[in-house]
Protein backbone atom coordinates (compact mmCIF):
# COMPACT_ATOMS: atom_id res chain seq x y z
CA UNK A 1 0.00 0.00 0.00
CA UNK A 2 0.71 3.50 0.07
CA UNK A 3 3.06 5.05 2.60
CA UNK A 4 2.42 7.94 4.75
CA UNK A 5 4.56 9.56 6.92
CA UNK A 6 3.81 11.62 9.78
CA UNK A 7 5.95 13.40 12.56
CA UNK A 8 6.63 13.18 15.41
CA UNK A 9 5.34 10.26 16.66
CA UNK A 10 5.14 11.80 20.25
CA UNK A 11 5.92 15.33 21.31
CA UNK A 12 5.53 16.80 25.31
CA UNK A 13 4.85 20.00 25.28
CA UNK A 14 4.02 22.91 27.84
CA UNK A 15 0.63 24.51 28.38
CA UNK A 16 0.67 27.29 26.14
CA UNK A 17 3.02 26.75 23.49
CA UNK A 18 2.28 25.37 19.95
CA UNK A 19 2.74 22.73 17.97
CA UNK A 20 3.02 21.76 14.63
CA UNK A 21 2.55 17.91 13.10
CA UNK A 22 3.77 16.81 9.26
CA UNK A 23 2.00 14.27 6.87
CA UNK A 24 3.62 13.26 3.71
CA UNK A 25 2.76 11.69 1.45
CA UNK A 26 5.84 9.81 0.10
CA UNK A 27 4.85 7.70 -3.06
CA UNK A 28 1.93 9.60 -4.37
CA UNK A 29 0.05 12.73 -4.64
CA UNK A 30 -2.32 13.38 -2.30
CA UNK A 31 -4.86 15.74 -3.59
CA UNK A 32 -7.28 15.31 -0.13
CA UNK A 33 -5.42 14.56 3.25
CA UNK A 34 -7.62 14.19 6.36
CA UNK A 35 -6.68 15.32 9.94
CA UNK A 36 -8.31 12.80 12.99
CA UNK A 37 -8.17 13.01 16.86
CA UNK A 38 -8.73 10.23 18.73
CA UNK A 39 -9.32 10.12 22.66
CA UNK A 40 -8.37 6.58 24.78
CA UNK A 41 -10.65 3.78 23.70
CA UNK A 42 -12.71 5.89 21.75
CA UNK A 43 -13.54 6.22 17.73
CA UNK A 44 -11.88 8.09 15.14
CA UNK A 45 -13.10 11.73 15.34
CA UNK A 46 -12.61 14.02 11.72
CA UNK A 47 -11.37 17.46 12.55
CA UNK A 48 -11.08 18.50 8.88
CA UNK A 49 -10.47 18.33 5.03
CA UNK A 50 -8.01 19.94 3.55
CA UNK A 51 -7.41 19.87 -0.63
CA UNK A 52 -4.21 21.08 -1.54
CA UNK A 53 -4.19 24.65 -2.31
CA UNK A 54 -7.33 25.42 -0.76
CA UNK A 55 -8.41 26.24 2.94
CA UNK A 56 -9.30 23.34 4.83
CA UNK A 57 -12.63 22.26 5.77
CA UNK A 58 -13.40 22.04 9.38
CA UNK A 59 -16.14 19.37 11.27
CA UNK A 60 -18.34 21.31 13.33
CA UNK A 61 -17.14 22.21 16.95
CA UNK A 62 -13.31 22.03 16.13
CA UNK A 63 -11.92 25.56 16.35
CA UNK A 64 -10.10 26.96 12.98
CA UNK A 65 -8.26 29.06 14.46
CA UNK A 66 -6.34 26.68 17.16
CA UNK A 67 -6.04 24.01 14.50
CA UNK A 68 -4.10 25.42 11.73
CA UNK A 69 -4.60 23.22 8.63
CA UNK A 70 -1.65 23.70 5.31
CA UNK A 71 -1.55 21.58 2.46
CA UNK A 72 0.60 23.72 0.15
CA UNK A 73 1.60 20.98 -1.41
CA UNK A 74 0.23 17.60 -3.58
CA UNK A 75 2.55 15.31 -0.71
CA UNK A 76 2.50 17.52 2.53
CA UNK A 77 0.17 18.74 5.01
CA UNK A 78 0.94 20.24 8.22
CA UNK A 79 -1.68 20.64 11.67
CA UNK A 80 -0.17 23.59 13.98
CA UNK A 81 -2.13 23.12 17.77
CA UNK A 82 -1.92 26.59 19.02
CA UNK A 83 -1.85 27.36 22.41
CA UNK A 84 -2.18 23.74 23.18
CA UNK A 85 -3.85 23.06 26.65
CA UNK A 86 -3.78 20.18 28.36
CA UNK A 87 -7.35 19.11 27.37
CA UNK A 88 -5.56 19.41 23.51
CA UNK A 89 -3.80 16.18 24.42
CA UNK A 90 -5.07 13.19 22.34
CA UNK A 91 -3.48 11.16 19.72
CA UNK A 92 -3.41 12.91 15.95
CA UNK A 93 -3.34 10.81 12.96
CA UNK A 94 -2.88 12.04 9.20
CA UNK A 95 -4.90 10.45 6.40
CA UNK A 96 -4.15 10.92 2.67
CA UNK A 97 -5.79 9.74 -0.71
CA UNK A 98 -4.90 10.51 -4.39
CA UNK A 99 -9.05 11.25 -4.40
CA UNK A 100 -11.06 10.02 -7.50
CA UNK A 101 -13.27 6.38 -8.06
CA UNK A 102 -12.02 3.20 -6.07
CA UNK A 103 -9.00 5.30 -4.10
CA UNK A 104 -8.05 4.31 -0.73
CA UNK A 105 -7.49 6.23 2.16
CA UNK A 106 -4.00 5.42 3.56
CA UNK A 107 -3.09 6.71 7.20
CA UNK A 108 0.09 8.24 9.44
CA UNK A 109 1.65 6.34 11.98
CA UNK A 110 0.01 9.39 14.63
CA UNK A 111 1.65 11.55 17.08
CA UNK A 112 0.50 11.54 20.78
CA UNK A 113 0.60 14.68 22.07
CA UNK A 114 1.06 15.30 25.61
CA UNK A 115 0.40 18.96 26.78
CA UNK A 116 1.76 19.09 30.82
CA UNK B 1 -25.99 12.77 7.56
CA UNK B 2 -23.85 9.51 5.96
CA UNK B 3 -23.55 6.72 8.39
CA UNK B 4 -21.80 3.88 9.09
CA UNK B 5 -22.84 1.48 12.07
CA UNK B 6 -20.92 -1.45 13.96
CA UNK B 7 -21.49 -3.48 16.80
CA UNK B 8 -18.88 -1.68 19.59
CA UNK B 9 -18.27 -5.30 21.01
CA UNK B 10 -15.68 -6.99 21.86
CA UNK B 11 -16.62 -9.71 19.97
CA UNK B 12 -14.75 -12.62 21.43
CA UNK B 13 -13.76 -15.90 19.51
CA UNK B 14 -11.42 -18.78 20.42
CA UNK B 15 -8.24 -19.18 18.60
CA UNK B 16 -8.62 -21.12 15.56
CA UNK B 17 -12.60 -19.83 14.99
CA UNK B 18 -13.68 -17.65 12.76
CA UNK B 19 -14.36 -14.05 13.51
CA UNK B 20 -17.43 -12.29 11.77
CA UNK B 21 -18.04 -8.49 11.79
CA UNK B 22 -20.51 -6.22 10.45
CA UNK B 23 -21.15 -3.10 9.22
CA UNK B 24 -23.82 -1.14 7.87
CA UNK B 25 -24.43 1.98 5.76
CA UNK B 26 -26.92 4.58 5.32
CA UNK B 27 -25.62 6.15 1.82
CA UNK B 28 -27.17 4.30 -0.99
CA UNK B 29 -24.67 5.88 -3.34
CA UNK B 30 -21.58 4.31 -1.32
CA UNK B 31 -19.17 3.48 -4.02
CA UNK B 32 -16.05 1.63 -1.96
CA UNK B 33 -15.88 -0.27 1.00
CA UNK B 34 -13.06 -0.98 3.43
CA UNK B 35 -11.83 -3.26 6.58
CA UNK B 36 -9.26 -1.17 8.56
CA UNK B 37 -7.77 -2.75 11.24
CA UNK B 38 -6.09 -0.36 14.38
CA UNK B 39 -4.32 -2.01 17.41
CA UNK B 40 -4.05 -0.26 20.80
CA UNK B 41 -2.08 3.15 20.18
CA UNK B 42 -1.62 2.87 16.60
CA UNK B 43 -3.32 4.12 13.82
CA UNK B 44 -5.61 2.36 11.36
CA UNK B 45 -3.98 -0.42 8.46
CA UNK B 46 -6.09 -1.16 5.46
CA UNK B 47 -6.57 -4.66 5.80
CA UNK B 48 -9.14 -5.05 3.14
CA UNK B 49 -11.12 -3.41 0.31
CA UNK B 50 -14.65 -4.03 -1.81
CA UNK B 51 -16.05 -2.42 -4.64
CA UNK B 52 -18.68 -5.09 -6.19
CA UNK B 53 -21.53 -7.37 -4.43
CA UNK B 54 -20.13 -10.66 -3.22
CA UNK B 55 -17.23 -11.58 -1.97
CA UNK B 56 -13.43 -11.14 -1.71
CA UNK B 57 -10.44 -13.42 -0.60
CA UNK B 58 -7.17 -12.28 0.80
CA UNK B 59 -5.05 -14.90 2.73
CA UNK B 60 -7.54 -15.49 5.84
CA UNK B 61 -9.92 -12.47 5.08
CA UNK B 62 -13.17 -12.55 3.42
CA UNK B 63 -15.19 -9.12 2.73
CA UNK B 64 -17.89 -9.67 1.71
CA UNK B 65 -20.94 -7.14 0.03
CA UNK B 66 -24.06 -6.19 -0.61
CA UNK B 67 -25.39 -3.15 -1.91
CA UNK B 68 -28.69 -4.13 -2.45
CA UNK B 69 -28.79 -4.74 2.19
CA UNK B 70 -26.20 -1.85 2.48
CA UNK B 71 -24.50 -4.62 4.39
CA UNK B 72 -20.29 -4.88 4.55
CA UNK B 73 -18.93 -7.91 6.35
CA UNK B 74 -15.71 -9.09 7.35
CA UNK B 75 -14.67 -12.84 7.94
CA UNK B 76 -11.36 -13.85 9.69
CA UNK B 77 -10.49 -17.62 9.20
CA UNK B 78 -8.23 -19.36 11.92
CA UNK B 79 -8.54 -16.46 14.33
CA UNK B 80 -5.13 -15.90 15.77
CA UNK B 81 -4.61 -13.30 19.07
CA UNK B 82 -2.71 -11.12 16.66
CA UNK B 83 -5.63 -10.56 15.28
CA UNK B 84 -7.12 -8.86 18.23
CA UNK B 85 -7.54 -4.92 17.54
CA UNK B 86 -10.50 -2.71 16.45
CA UNK B 87 -11.73 -3.34 13.20
CA UNK B 88 -12.87 -0.09 11.45
CA UNK B 89 -15.46 -0.07 8.31
CA UNK B 90 -15.22 2.97 6.09
CA UNK B 91 -17.21 3.77 2.76
CA UNK B 92 -16.21 6.22 0.17
CA UNK B 93 -19.07 7.75 -1.93
CA UNK B 94 -16.18 7.55 -4.90
CA UNK B 95 -15.62 11.37 -4.85
CA UNK B 96 -12.65 10.71 -2.66
CA UNK B 97 -13.55 13.43 -0.47
CA UNK B 98 -16.42 11.36 1.55
CA UNK B 99 -15.01 8.46 3.81
CA UNK B 100 -16.86 7.78 6.71
CA UNK B 101 -16.15 5.77 9.26
CA UNK B 102 -18.00 3.00 11.65
CA UNK B 103 -17.02 3.55 15.08
CA UNK B 104 -14.72 0.07 15.04
CA UNK B 105 -15.98 -3.78 16.48
CA UNK B 106 -13.14 -5.42 19.17
CA UNK B 107 -12.05 -8.43 18.13
CA UNK B 108 -10.70 -10.03 21.23
CA UNK B 109 -9.53 -13.71 20.11
CA UNK B 110 -8.99 -16.20 22.98
CA UNK B 111 -5.53 -18.28 22.69
Known amino acids: GAVVSQHPSRVICKSGTSVKIECRSL??????MFWYRQFPKQSLMLMAT?????????EQGVEKDKFLINHASLTLSTLTVTSAHPEDSSFYIC????????????FGSGTQLSVL | QKEVEQNSGPLSVPEGAIASLNCTYS??????FFWYRQYSGKSPELIMF????GDKEDGRFTAQLNKASQYVSLLIRDSQPSDSATYLC???????????FGPGTRLSVLP
Open chain 1, 95 to 106: SATSGGPNEKLF
Open chain 1, 27 to 32: DFQATT
Open chain 1, 50 to 58: SNEGSKATY
Open chain 2, 27 to 32: DRGSQS
Open chain 2, 50 to 53: IYSN
Open chain 2, 90 to 100: AVNDNYGQNFV
